[in-house]
Protein backbone atom coordinates (compact mmCIF):
# COMPACT_ATOMS: atom_id res chain seq x y z
CA UNK A 1 0.00 0.00 0.00
CA UNK A 2 2.66 2.54 1.09
CA UNK A 3 4.54 1.43 -2.82
CA UNK A 4 1.27 2.67 -4.63
CA UNK A 5 0.77 5.45 -2.55
CA UNK A 6 4.43 6.54 -3.75
CA UNK A 7 3.78 6.12 -7.03
CA UNK A 8 0.72 7.92 -7.49
CA UNK A 9 2.47 11.23 -5.65
CA UNK A 10 5.27 10.84 -8.06
CA UNK A 11 3.01 10.89 -11.16
CA UNK A 12 0.83 13.58 -9.80
CA UNK A 13 4.46 16.04 -9.17
CA UNK A 14 5.59 14.70 -12.72
CA UNK A 15 2.25 16.25 -14.34
CA UNK A 16 2.63 19.40 -12.65
CA UNK A 17 6.06 20.40 -13.86
CA UNK A 18 6.46 21.56 -17.51
CA UNK A 19 7.71 19.57 -19.93
CA UNK A 20 11.58 19.16 -20.08
CA UNK A 21 11.73 16.88 -22.57
CA UNK A 22 10.18 19.46 -25.65
CA UNK A 23 12.48 20.36 -28.47
CA UNK A 24 12.64 23.97 -29.77
CA UNK A 25 11.39 23.64 -33.74
CA UNK A 26 13.19 25.89 -36.87
CA UNK A 27 9.77 28.53 -37.87
CA UNK A 28 10.49 30.45 -40.40
CA UNK A 29 8.57 34.17 -40.50
CA UNK A 30 8.00 36.50 -43.17
CA UNK A 31 5.72 39.05 -44.46
CA UNK A 32 5.34 42.61 -46.02
CA UNK A 33 5.94 45.83 -44.61
CA UNK A 34 3.65 48.71 -45.90
CA UNK A 35 4.34 52.63 -45.65
CA UNK A 36 1.33 54.63 -45.81
CA UNK A 37 -0.36 51.45 -47.66
CA UNK A 38 2.42 51.21 -50.27
CA UNK A 39 5.08 48.05 -50.04
CA UNK A 40 8.09 49.85 -49.41
CA UNK A 41 11.67 48.43 -49.81
CA UNK A 42 14.68 49.69 -47.43
CA UNK A 43 12.88 49.52 -44.09
CA UNK A 44 14.49 48.43 -41.07
CA UNK A 45 12.40 46.48 -39.10
CA UNK A 46 13.54 44.30 -35.84
CA UNK A 47 11.76 40.74 -35.09
CA UNK A 48 11.70 39.34 -31.39
CA UNK A 49 10.98 36.58 -30.08
CA UNK A 50 9.35 37.79 -26.93
CA UNK A 51 9.19 34.52 -24.90
CA UNK A 52 13.08 33.49 -25.92
CA UNK A 53 14.39 36.89 -26.21
CA UNK A 54 16.08 35.64 -29.62
CA UNK A 55 16.34 38.96 -32.35
CA UNK A 56 17.05 39.86 -35.80
CA UNK A 57 16.86 42.99 -37.13
CA UNK A 58 16.17 42.82 -40.95
CA UNK A 59 15.95 45.38 -44.52
CA UNK A 60 12.71 44.85 -46.62
CA UNK A 61 13.41 44.32 -50.14
CA UNK A 62 12.09 42.80 -53.37
CA UNK A 63 11.95 38.82 -53.18
CA UNK A 64 11.92 36.20 -56.14
CA UNK A 65 8.36 37.04 -56.93
CA UNK A 66 9.26 40.72 -57.81
CA UNK A 67 7.20 41.47 -54.61
CA UNK A 68 8.22 45.01 -52.84
CA UNK A 69 8.50 45.50 -48.79
CA UNK A 70 9.42 41.85 -48.42
CA UNK A 71 11.22 40.20 -44.85
CA UNK A 72 12.08 36.84 -44.29
CA UNK A 73 14.05 35.40 -40.90
CA UNK A 74 14.21 32.42 -39.07
CA UNK A 75 13.72 31.65 -35.28
CA UNK A 76 13.69 28.24 -33.03
CA UNK A 77 10.49 28.04 -31.51
CA UNK A 78 8.56 26.11 -29.32
CA UNK A 79 4.87 26.16 -29.36
CA UNK A 80 2.77 29.42 -27.82
CA UNK A 81 6.34 31.13 -28.24
CA UNK A 82 5.26 35.16 -29.43
CA UNK A 83 7.00 36.88 -32.47
CA UNK A 84 6.85 40.34 -32.62
CA UNK A 85 7.85 42.57 -35.38
CA UNK A 86 8.40 46.01 -34.45
CA UNK A 87 9.76 49.57 -36.51
CA UNK A 88 10.32 53.23 -35.87
CA UNK A 89 9.41 55.55 -38.38
CA UNK A 90 9.54 59.49 -38.03
CA UNK A 91 10.04 58.53 -34.43
CA UNK A 92 6.68 56.64 -34.30
CA UNK A 93 6.75 53.13 -32.63
CA UNK A 94 4.78 50.23 -34.97
CA UNK A 95 4.55 46.64 -33.87
CA UNK A 96 2.81 43.53 -34.85
CA UNK A 97 2.93 40.20 -33.21
CA UNK A 98 2.21 36.49 -33.85
CA UNK A 99 1.44 33.34 -31.73
CA UNK A 100 2.91 30.14 -32.32
CA UNK A 101 0.42 27.25 -32.43
CA UNK A 102 1.84 24.86 -34.50
CA UNK A 103 4.63 24.29 -36.50
CA UNK A 104 4.20 25.47 -39.91
CA UNK A 105 7.45 26.51 -42.68
CA UNK A 106 6.79 29.83 -42.46
CA UNK A 107 4.36 32.26 -40.81
CA UNK A 108 2.96 35.62 -42.21
CA UNK A 109 3.32 38.58 -40.16
CA UNK A 110 2.83 41.97 -41.97
CA UNK A 111 3.36 45.57 -40.53
CA UNK A 112 1.27 48.54 -41.92
CA UNK A 113 3.37 51.80 -41.12
CA UNK A 114 1.35 55.38 -41.18
CA UNK A 115 3.38 58.06 -41.57
CA UNK A 116 2.41 61.35 -41.00
CA UNK A 117 4.70 62.60 -43.63
CA UNK A 118 3.28 60.46 -46.91
CA UNK A 119 5.63 58.33 -49.04
CA UNK A 120 3.58 58.73 -52.05
CA UNK A 121 6.05 58.38 -54.73
CA UNK A 122 8.08 61.84 -54.83
CA UNK A 123 10.97 60.87 -52.15
CA UNK A 124 10.83 57.60 -51.68
CA UNK A 125 14.46 57.61 -49.05
CA UNK A 126 13.97 54.82 -46.80
CA UNK A 127 15.08 55.75 -43.05
CA UNK A 128 18.41 55.04 -41.41
CA UNK A 129 19.12 51.42 -40.31
CA UNK A 130 20.63 50.71 -37.07
CA UNK A 131 24.04 51.90 -38.35
CA UNK A 132 22.69 55.45 -39.33
CA UNK A 133 22.82 54.47 -43.14
CA UNK A 134 20.30 54.73 -45.61
CA UNK A 135 19.66 52.35 -47.99
CA UNK A 136 19.52 53.69 -51.41
CA UNK A 137 15.93 52.87 -53.86
CA UNK A 138 16.69 51.47 -57.30
CA UNK A 139 15.11 53.26 -59.90
CA UNK A 140 15.70 53.84 -63.81
CA UNK A 141 14.24 55.08 -66.85
CA UNK A 142 14.51 54.20 -70.72
CA UNK A 143 14.48 55.95 -73.78
CA UNK A 144 12.52 55.32 -76.91
CA UNK A 145 9.88 54.54 -74.14
CA UNK A 146 7.99 52.44 -77.38
CA UNK A 147 10.92 50.87 -78.51
CA UNK A 148 10.94 48.57 -81.77
CA UNK A 149 13.80 45.50 -83.13
CA UNK A 150 17.37 46.90 -83.44
CA UNK A 151 16.50 50.65 -81.97
CA UNK A 152 19.55 51.77 -79.67
CA UNK A 153 17.27 52.19 -75.89
CA UNK A 154 19.37 54.70 -73.30
CA UNK A 155 18.66 53.40 -70.02
CA UNK A 156 19.58 55.53 -67.28
CA UNK A 157 20.25 55.44 -63.60
CA UNK A 158 17.39 57.49 -61.23
CA UNK A 159 18.17 55.77 -58.05
CA UNK A 160 18.39 57.78 -54.84
CA UNK A 161 20.19 57.19 -51.60
CA UNK A 162 20.15 59.89 -49.17
CA UNK A 163 23.95 59.24 -48.29
CA UNK A 164 24.93 59.74 -52.08
CA UNK A 165 26.92 56.80 -51.46
CA UNK A 166 25.61 54.27 -54.05
CA UNK A 167 29.23 52.98 -55.64
CA UNK A 168 27.94 49.62 -57.84
CA UNK A 169 25.07 49.61 -60.85
CA UNK A 170 24.64 46.64 -62.11
CA UNK A 171 22.51 45.70 -65.30
CA UNK A 172 21.14 42.61 -66.40
CA UNK A 173 19.38 42.78 -69.98
CA UNK A 174 18.40 39.35 -71.97
CA UNK A 175 20.99 37.50 -69.37
CA UNK A 176 23.81 40.56 -70.67
CA UNK A 177 24.80 41.78 -67.48
CA UNK A 178 26.68 45.42 -67.66
CA UNK A 179 27.84 48.30 -65.26
CA UNK A 180 26.93 52.13 -65.35
CA UNK A 181 24.53 54.69 -64.17
CA UNK A 182 23.89 54.93 -68.44
CA UNK A 183 23.57 52.04 -70.79
CA UNK A 184 22.50 51.11 -74.12
CA UNK A 185 21.11 48.18 -75.59
CA UNK A 186 19.08 46.94 -78.63
CA UNK A 187 17.01 44.00 -79.27
CA UNK A 188 17.08 41.51 -81.40
CA UNK A 189 13.53 40.39 -81.23
CA UNK A 190 10.34 41.88 -80.43
CA UNK A 191 8.34 41.17 -77.72
CA UNK A 192 8.24 41.41 -73.82
CA UNK A 193 12.26 41.76 -72.12
CA UNK A 194 13.07 41.52 -67.82
CA UNK A 195 15.91 44.51 -67.62
CA UNK A 196 16.88 44.30 -63.68
CA UNK A 197 19.18 46.91 -62.12
CA UNK A 198 20.50 46.22 -58.63
CA UNK A 199 22.89 49.27 -56.59
CA UNK A 200 24.69 48.81 -54.10
CA UNK A 201 25.81 51.58 -51.55
CA UNK A 202 29.52 51.68 -49.86
CA UNK A 203 28.21 49.71 -46.80
CA UNK A 204 26.92 46.84 -49.40
CA UNK A 205 23.10 47.87 -48.59
CA UNK A 206 21.38 46.52 -51.85
CA UNK A 207 18.37 47.56 -53.72
CA UNK A 208 16.85 45.79 -57.27
CA UNK A 209 14.23 47.42 -59.45
CA UNK A 210 13.37 45.49 -62.31
CA UNK A 211 10.84 46.73 -65.33
CA UNK A 212 9.51 44.62 -68.67
CA UNK A 213 9.36 45.96 -71.54
CA UNK A 214 7.84 45.53 -74.66
CA UNK A 215 9.76 45.96 -78.16
CA UNK A 216 7.58 46.31 -80.98
CA UNK A 217 8.57 44.85 -84.66
CA UNK A 218 10.11 46.55 -87.12
CA UNK A 219 7.31 49.00 -88.60
CA UNK A 220 8.56 49.00 -92.16
CA UNK A 221 9.27 45.68 -92.51
CA UNK A 222 7.38 43.82 -95.00
CA UNK A 223 5.64 40.88 -93.93
CA UNK A 224 5.25 38.15 -96.00
CA UNK A 225 1.85 36.45 -97.21
CA UNK A 226 0.62 33.67 -95.41
CA UNK A 227 0.45 30.91 -97.72
CA UNK A 228 -1.73 27.92 -96.69
CA UNK A 229 -0.73 24.80 -96.23
CA UNK A 230 -3.18 23.09 -98.37
CA UNK A 231 -5.72 24.23 -100.90
CA UNK A 232 -9.10 22.83 -102.04
CA UNK A 233 -9.01 23.06 -105.97
CA UNK A 234 -12.43 22.03 -108.09
CA UNK A 235 -11.54 21.07 -111.47
CA UNK A 236 -14.72 21.51 -114.08
CA UNK A 237 -14.44 20.09 -117.42
CA UNK A 238 -16.56 20.53 -120.30
CA UNK A 239 -16.34 20.13 -124.15
CA UNK A 240 -16.94 22.54 -126.83
CA UNK A 241 -20.53 22.60 -126.66
CA UNK A 242 -20.31 23.55 -122.99
CA UNK A 243 -21.32 19.87 -121.72
CA UNK A 244 -20.66 18.57 -118.62
CA UNK A 245 -17.74 15.74 -118.67
CA UNK A 246 -17.94 13.04 -116.39
CA UNK A 247 -15.37 10.60 -116.18
CA UNK A 248 -12.82 12.74 -117.53
CA UNK A 249 -9.41 11.94 -116.39
CA UNK A 250 -7.43 14.85 -114.31
CA UNK A 251 -3.70 14.55 -113.84
CA UNK A 252 -1.78 17.01 -111.50
CA UNK A 253 1.96 17.00 -111.91
CA UNK A 254 4.62 18.66 -109.44
CA UNK A 255 7.44 19.33 -112.53
CA UNK A 256 7.22 15.81 -114.18
CA UNK A 257 6.20 14.17 -111.27
CA UNK A 258 2.51 13.29 -111.56
CA UNK A 259 1.82 13.62 -107.75
CA UNK A 260 -2.31 13.10 -108.23
CA UNK A 261 -5.24 11.52 -110.55
CA UNK A 262 -8.73 11.99 -110.23
CA UNK A 263 -12.42 11.54 -112.01
CA UNK A 264 -14.75 14.13 -112.65
CA UNK A 265 -18.15 12.73 -111.31
CA UNK A 266 -21.56 13.23 -112.83
CA UNK A 267 -21.67 16.47 -112.70
CA UNK A 268 -18.01 16.75 -114.29
CA UNK A 269 -16.23 18.34 -111.43
CA UNK A 270 -13.78 16.98 -109.23
CA UNK A 271 -12.39 18.10 -105.87
CA UNK A 272 -8.66 17.67 -104.49
CA UNK A 273 -6.21 19.08 -101.78
CA UNK A 274 -3.09 20.29 -102.75
CA UNK A 275 -0.51 22.77 -101.15
CA UNK A 276 -0.03 25.81 -102.48
CA UNK A 277 2.44 26.41 -105.72
CA UNK A 278 2.47 25.72 -109.39
CA UNK A 279 1.31 23.02 -111.44
CA UNK A 280 0.76 21.53 -114.53
CA UNK A 281 -2.77 20.29 -115.49
CA UNK A 282 -3.52 17.56 -118.11
CA UNK A 283 -7.59 16.32 -118.81
CA UNK A 284 -8.46 13.87 -121.13
CA UNK A 285 -11.69 11.67 -122.17
CA UNK A 286 -11.57 9.58 -125.30
CA UNK A 287 -9.69 12.02 -127.70
CA UNK A 288 -10.35 14.86 -125.85
CA UNK A 289 -7.61 16.63 -124.33
CA UNK A 290 -6.44 19.79 -122.28
CA UNK A 291 -3.11 20.77 -120.64
CA UNK A 292 -2.42 24.07 -118.92
CA UNK A 293 -0.07 25.51 -115.89
CA UNK A 294 -1.65 27.07 -113.17
CA UNK A 295 -0.70 28.75 -110.13
CA UNK A 296 -2.33 28.23 -106.82
CA UNK A 297 -2.26 30.49 -103.87
CA UNK A 298 -6.07 30.01 -102.62
CA UNK A 299 -9.14 27.90 -102.92
CA UNK A 300 -10.29 28.23 -106.67
CA UNK A 301 -12.44 26.47 -109.12
CA UNK A 302 -10.65 25.75 -112.64
CA UNK A 303 -13.06 24.89 -115.50
CA UNK A 304 -11.06 22.95 -118.48
CA UNK A 305 -12.18 23.21 -122.25
CA UNK A 306 -11.67 19.76 -123.71
CA UNK A 307 -10.79 19.54 -127.44
CA UNK A 308 -10.24 17.08 -130.13
CA UNK A 309 -6.91 15.50 -129.84
CA UNK A 310 -4.37 16.83 -133.10
CA UNK A 311 -3.84 13.41 -135.73
CA UNK A 312 -1.30 13.84 -137.91
CA UNK A 313 -2.44 12.86 -141.41
CA UNK A 314 -0.06 10.01 -142.65
CA UNK A 315 2.07 10.95 -145.99
CA UNK A 316 0.72 9.97 -149.68
CA UNK A 317 2.30 7.00 -151.10
CA UNK A 318 3.45 8.56 -154.63
CA UNK A 319 5.19 6.42 -155.44
CA UNK A 320 2.38 3.72 -156.23
CA UNK A 321 0.90 6.82 -158.41
CA UNK A 322 3.55 7.31 -160.66
CA UNK A 323 4.03 3.45 -160.69
CA UNK A 324 0.59 2.98 -161.78
CA UNK A 325 0.85 5.96 -164.71
CA UNK A 326 4.36 4.94 -166.20
CA UNK A 327 2.29 1.28 -166.32
CA UNK A 328 -0.58 2.33 -167.75
CA UNK A 329 1.13 4.55 -170.44
CA UNK A 330 3.28 1.21 -171.46
CA UNK A 331 0.02 -0.86 -171.46
CA UNK A 332 -1.47 2.04 -173.89
CA UNK A 333 1.19 1.77 -176.07
CA UNK A 334 1.22 -1.90 -176.58
CA UNK A 335 -2.53 -1.66 -177.33
CA UNK A 336 -2.25 0.93 -179.72
CA UNK A 337 1.16 -1.06 -181.48
CA UNK A 338 -0.98 -4.46 -181.48
CA UNK A 339 -3.78 -2.47 -183.04
CA UNK A 340 -2.13 -0.82 -185.72
CA UNK A 341 -0.63 -3.96 -186.68
CA UNK A 342 -3.37 -5.78 -187.27
CA UNK A 343 -5.06 -2.50 -189.04
CA UNK A 344 -2.27 -2.57 -191.51
CA UNK A 345 -1.53 1.00 -189.96
CA UNK A 346 2.09 0.04 -189.80
Same mark, same amino acid.
Given at each position: MKKITTLLLFLIVISLLPAATAIPQPQGVGGIVYLNNVATNGLTITLINTNT???????? %?? /??????? +?????????? !? =?? &??IVATYNNHFYSN?????????????????????????????????? %?? /??????? +?????????? !? =?? &?????????????????????????????????????????????????? /????????????????? !?QPIPPVMPSNLTIHFQVIDKWSNKVPGAIVEIYNGSVLIATAHTNGT??????????????????GTMESIDTYTFSNDETVVFLLAQKDTPKPPEDNTLIIAGGVGG??????????????????
Open positions: GEEHVVIT %QK /NEQNQNG +FYAATFSVMK !N =DE &IQSVKITEYIPTIWLNLSIIASEPHDGGDHTPPPDA %QG /NHPPSAN +FTFLPLQPSV !N =DT &IVFRDKSIDADKDIVSWTWTIDGESMTGKIVTYSFAKPGNHVVTLVVLDI /NNSMSIEQKTLFILPIS !NGIVQTVIPAGTYRIRVYYVIAAISVILIVGRLKGWI
